[in-house]
């Protein structure tokens, strides 16, 4: 994790495991079809804790294996 300020930034490794232990891959496939909050400062794919915690409290009627699976 690193940080910048008082945010804390999270890698899609660790952003996968913070939204329920998914692989860093079904995140790459989330940020593909825009379905989850991200940053890319300088090109590297970064997460704010706070903005997942917000995505999931607004996305809570919606699984996370639901939007994975409205990709194939």
Do not use: C, H
């Amino acid at each position: 994790m690193s940080t910048q300020g008082d945010q804390k930034y999270l890698t899609a490794t660790e952003a996968g495991e913070y939204i329920g232990g998914r692989s860093a891959g079904a995140v790459r496939n989330l940020v593909m079809r825009k379905a989850i909050p991200f940053r890319k400062p300088g090109g590297r794919l970064l997460f704010i804790r706070e903005e997942l915690d917000e995505w999931i409290q607004t996305s809570s009627g919606i699984k996370i294996d639901e939007l994975l699976e409205k990709r194939r």
